[in-house]
């Protein structure tokens, strides 16, 4: 560390270390910005340098033991808590979210994002005393036994710039299922929003003393170099990390993740391919082009689940469908986005896409401040051009930005899927007051399903739902397993778990979701080949 | 190709790709070898050239599309039908086997490996038609449903040398997972066993015949240069690869694999460390003796779950223990090694041993021809070498090896296990009649746990029956992901499988297993929080 970094030690936020915020090691220091204004919100916080990492390392590294045998009760209890003290700071967390990104306060963050927040706690809670998530697998007769436990390391997250509270690194999915299965974490924030992240780490930490958990359970840095993020994960005292952001920051995490043995969980990226088969653009051209408006312009576009191609054939109603498109494109941007960054990928994007073929509809410029702001924008490709260069037009980027491509014909549309890279959502817009569409969808669907997580008919991807059955992850690109989600519980717990089995170990040595009494009376077990909440 | 290839291609055995076998296309041939006597056995084999590789591909990516649609009971039909077809052929399969591996032909292959292969089929052709296994998860106010489907891609099977039934290429337990969960295979047979490969692909051929699915649902190969191995695992239309084997092999394939955004599962190497608890020893030292030879030897020391490790406290019980370890170690071999290869590599482990400070105690050199023998070996070192370079003594070598650490004291043995890799196992070995070693099991276990897949008590590790509550598996690095299990059906299906997940999808468009109606009447679902098999 240096002495620079000592002597303006006082103005620095300090960072939670050990059970207790301290200062920061560091050399330089960032600010969050004001989307809405453009200007530089204070405090200063710090990158902090490799000194703080390997702390937070080694507090995490030494509980690692303790709690994996900390019970369900108490890690529910932490997280339950957690909740109740949220609550209780909500105005306060949501001012200073409004503030580092520009969300539209009420009907996003209070409304929709904090209770989600608050519901993926409370889930998570029940699910830890339910214990069923670990599916207890036993063999009455061989005597063999298993569950899912922990991993037996820390747990790192690095969190998303467009969910400063749902996908927080200190109190988001990741971290819900992190604790939920007995691990320590480090977490960095976004830096694009460390004071709504401050104040929620006040919560935890408070939480923490509240519920008896280790105070040390978490740590948070707000910023550090992506060098020292990739020793970060190489370093043996890791078990897992769980990344949300862009493919490129991705992709080298991974590398420097996977070279080290570590698991790796990545959300990347994802188009979210919407299909409008013939029938129904005929018979809803409009609704149908302020729904796709509605869902790809919500939170400004920088959802990851926001539609960014739409694929339909060119005839005489997609034409009037793409008036339709053109209009409602034509409406001013209602928000901000949340970073110049943003802003910056935005207009690449749009470059790339132009000179890749695609043709300007609408927009394509940023619009002057005070701000981050840019006009809704919308691109149109011939089926044929996609055809001819698939991974020109499949970057994601931020942004109410959406490319029309139009199709010949159904033939043409089923090569269109057949050419897409791994996505999380695809959704498929069919006629469900005629049979015309169904013969295009049989074909098409099979096609679409092995290339996205979720598989939606008539409905928009925004707004992934906090439910056991939702899966939010896919293939390859959009994820590096398509096997995980990290939205739904207790599914996404799955993710930071290995598999425990005891072979010929006696009542006594087992833990308490494998012994002969069900240890909450409710707990279901894979007992046999039945799934039953009796004792064995 | 070059012509050299052309020219010897009909004394050269053929490869299985697209529905048949075909002449390879290759510029150089091995054979196998028969362990007992140290000679090559005929006929030549072709070390395929990308050609055939790219062949390979080429048919099985034709077939992602309509293998993911095949019913569950079509891929059970060929699994049964397969099973069939190899116990009409099982003295021919056995007897080859028996001839290019010199395992024990009557108590291991006819006893033991054969059922196995046997009834990993069964179980697996039940499973598939029973279908609980896609873990179907409804949300019924919602309207969401996930379950496991197939990857949408290639599945590439490495297969090891130490099995040649049970874990080969195209019939052990990785082919039946990714056959039951709907994929194409290209499968590289060990290039230990050629002969045997062939005997079960022809097998599988008929069975694809007799069953309806498409005769190019298996392609097989049976060697090709490293590089094209990688290059193989890189290639877009794959989309997992399932590798068994040494841990320098896998880790160089799982880069490649890494790189290319491929799932990989490894299981890479293991030294199944079996801790001894003082009181246990002083009861039954001899007992103890015998029984960690009898695993260790088992199968020539050839299996990845020998127990490489044995860790006790140096005292005068234990040194009662020793001197039985050394009489039992000083048995003939009873069994031979696989390969020159085995041999070799068992010589170096043990000169590496000597070099980082082992004793070598008893045994240490291979034995002359004919056939690959080597000498019952064991080592000791004490806790404190140990704990000066754990990785030294943590290196796999197949063959009758084991180390025995003698630790000063309990706590010296918990950090031994502190300073433990990933193992596939571990066994704790305790007085049952006694309380004495409960308060050290107690302190030990919860270490133990998280290094390793399988925790067993006071049994040895080998013998891994496959049973859904069976793990076989474990921490990096001995296999890349601990929450995915190579044995145990249908719990191996998980590692080859995506979440498909469904968003508002009507009841017509959705697959059988989501639908109000329950397929079988019997599969087992998660409707709203509750396993069932009732219909919605």
Redesign the interface.
């Known amino acids: 560390m240096r002495n620079k970094g000592f002597l303006i030690t006082e103005a620095v936020e300090p960072v939670l270390i050990g059970g207790g915020f301290r200062p920061a090691s560091f050399s330089e220091t960032f600010q969050a910005y004001n989307p809405a204004t453009g200007e530089k919100l204070p405090p200063l916080y710090p990158v902090s340098s490799w000194r703080d990492l390997e702390l937070a390392l080694k507090e995490s590294h030494q509980l690692?033991?303790e709690l994996?045998?900390t019970s369900p009760e108490k890690r529910a209890r932490f997280l339950s808590l957690y909740a109740d003290l949220l609550e209780k700071q909500r105005l306060e967390i949501i001012s200073r979210a409004y503030l580092e990104t520009a969300l539209p306060a009420e009907a996003r963050l209070n409304q929709s994002e904090f209770p989600r927040l608050i519901n993926q706690l409370r889930q998570a809670a029940a699910a830890c005393e339910d214990r069923s998530w670990c599916q207890a697998?036993?063999?009455t007769k061989?005597n063999?036994?298993?569950k899912?436990?922990?991993?037996?390391g820390v747990v790192v997250i690095f969190s998303p710039n467009n969910f400063p509270l749902a996908f927080n690194a200190v109190g988001g999915s990741d971290l819900v299922s992190a604790i939920a299965t007995g691990h320590p974490v480090i977490g960095k924030a976004h830096p694009g929003h460390p004071g709504t992240t401050k104040l929620m780490a006040e919560c935890l930490l408070e939480a923490l003393r509240g519920s008896g958990l280790p105070l040390s359970t978490v740590q948070m840095l707000y910023h550090f170099s992506s060098d020292d993020g990739f020793r970060l994960v190489s370093q043996p005292e890791v078990?897992a990390v769980a990344f949300t952001g862009s493919r490129p920051s991705g992709l080298k995490l991974?590398?420097a993740a996977?070279?080290a043995?570590?698991?790796f969980y990545g959300e990347m990226s994802s188009v979210n391919p919407v299909f409008f088969l013939p029938d129904l653009i005929r018979e809803k051209a409009g609704f149908l082009a302020s729904e796709l408006f509605a869902s790809c312009s919500s939170g400004s576009g920088q959802f990851c689940t926001k539609p960014g191609l739409a694929i339909f054939i060119d005839d005489e109603n997609s034409r009037i469908f793409l008036r339709h498109l053109r209009q409602v494109y034509a409406e001013p941007p209602s928000g901000y986005l949340l970073s110049p960054a943003v802003q910056h990928n935005l207009a690449e994007a749009i470059a790339r896409l132009k000179e890749a073929g695609a043709e300007l509809l609408i927009g394509g410029q940023p619009l002057p401040g005070p701000g981050f702001r840019f006009e809704p924008t919308l691109l149109a490709i011939s089926g044929e051009q996609f055809l001819k260069e698939p991974a020109a037009f499949q970057t994601e980027a931020f942004g109410t930005l959406a490319v029309a491509i139009l199709v010949k014909e159904a033939s043409e549309m089923i090569k269109v899927a057949e050419n897409l890279e791994g996505n999380l959502?695809a959704a498929i817009y069919y006629s469900?007051s005629s049979t015309a569409d169904e013969k295009l969808?049989r074909q098409l669907?099979?096609?679409v399903?092995?290339?996205v997580?979720?598989?939606?008919?008539?409905?928009m991807p925004t707004g992934v739902?906090v439910?056991?059955?939702?899966?939010h992850?896919?293939?390859?690109?959009a994820t590096?397993?398509?096997?995980?989600?990290s939205v739904?519980i207790p599914?996404s717990f799955?993710r930071l778990?290995?598999?425990?089995?005891?072979?010929?170990?006696?009542d006594e040595?087992l833990p308490e979701e494998l012994r002969a009494k069900n240890p909450t009376g409710r707990m279901?077990r894979?007992v046999d080949?039945t799934?039953t909440t009796e004792d064995i």
């Open positions: 690692v033991p994996a045998l697998t036993i063999d061989l063999i036994r298993s899912y436990g922990p991993l037996g078990a991974k590398e996977d070279r043995g570590k698991l959502t469900s969808y669907e099979p096609v399903r092995l290339k997580g979720r598989l939606l008919n008539n409905k739902a439910s056991p059955a939702m899966h992850g896919g293939p390859y690109p590096n397993h398509p096997g995980f989600t739904g599914a799955l778990a290995a598999r425990h089995c005891y072979d010929n170990v006696s040595y279901w894979l080949g799934w």
